[in-house]
């Protein structure tokens, strides 16, 4: 309702038909293309899909070669599931439109998994023929599959700084998983080395994602 | 069309009916370029953010929950995709080494043209938070705890946001009453 006595609630510009008809026909071919419509949901699995499912398909590796054992695996079982669970929660927030609780929740259990990965480590068991270096190369390696569908699906909304450091948590649990697995140094090293790719991790798919062009500025 | 929400042409539109997509850009097209219009401050940016908008709204439909209101739903990729606009916009000023200011190709619309021009030439002049909250709360009717939800901070925020802006619009035009 226009009020003519009120300069703040005069209307606004008018828009010019022509502009109104070319947006119109901007969405028309928009619609013509047909691109197949994802859901969020779908989106969230997937992304919590390419991290775990590397995680798990890593694991089966190492088993396999004898690198890692099924004592150690059942050993780690319940640290090992609270970086699933971090990582499907992160996921799940990083995606969900009205997720910003989850989002919170997201990293309140990465800290919690991130000390527990530095508390529960025991003392290492002798000197490791590797550079240190190693395990945050071989972390930011493997994340780099899960990094690329994050950054794919963060696109379909409007950049969130709080949406897309917990999808790169999420993208970071790929490598302390296995890090839990195949590494055998001491606190420190986790510390440092581990945390250290996970904290890389974050901040890349952040500053990536800032600098990507959304598909949408949807919520 | 008539006598439907949007709410439920939305839903219609996310089950692929392309007519109730159209029937909300008749619905909304105006409105959406009215706010972009006091947000931007140029009328072909408008324009292209009206479009960009609409786009969103098509490619992000994936992302609409059922049950969530409509107009703000909309409005909020209107103000993120401004807010992007602006921020490029502020980026290319910075190396370019020259500020924007003063008026721009956005005609003088109905109403007192000079006092109107003041107020729209006073709300460029706030950062782009406190200018979205003065738009949102003053001239499209928002909440702020409405506001709050869109930009997920307390509604206390979202106050305290509109309170500075109209505070500094109450130094930058002066004598105006009525400012809040």
Known sequence: MSHP????????PRLDPKAMERALAASRAELALKRPVRGWRSQAVGLFA???GMALAVAGVL????RTTGAMLM???PLLALLLSTGAVCSWGALSPRGRALRQVGVGLALVSAVLLVLTRAAPRGPST????????SHVAMALGPLAVALGVLRSAAFDPLRAAVAGMAVGTVGAFVGELACEQGPGHVAIYHLGAWALLTLTTWALSKRLKPRTYAP | MEGVTDEVLMDQFCQGDQPAFEALFARHAGRVHGFLARMVRDGPLAEDLMQTTFLSVIRARGRYERGTRFTPWLLTIAANAARDALRHQQHVDAHAHA???GPTSVPAPDGDP??????????????VEQREAVVLSKLEGWSFEEIAEMRGIRAGAARLRAHRGYEKLRELLGGLEDMS
């Open chain 1, 63 to 66: 088993l396999a070669l004898g």
């Open chain 1, 75 to 77: 050993g780690r079982a």
């Open chain 1, 50 to 52: 390419a991290s775990a």
């Open chain 2, 99 to 101: 500020p924007p200011e």
């Open chain 1, 5 to 12: 006595s009120d300069p703040w609630r005069s209307a606004p």
């Open chain 1, 130 to 137: 590797l550079p240190e270096w190693v395990c945050t190369v």
């Open chain 2, 114 to 127: 000079a006092m109107r021009r003041r107020i729209e030439d006073a709300l460029q002049q706030l950062p």
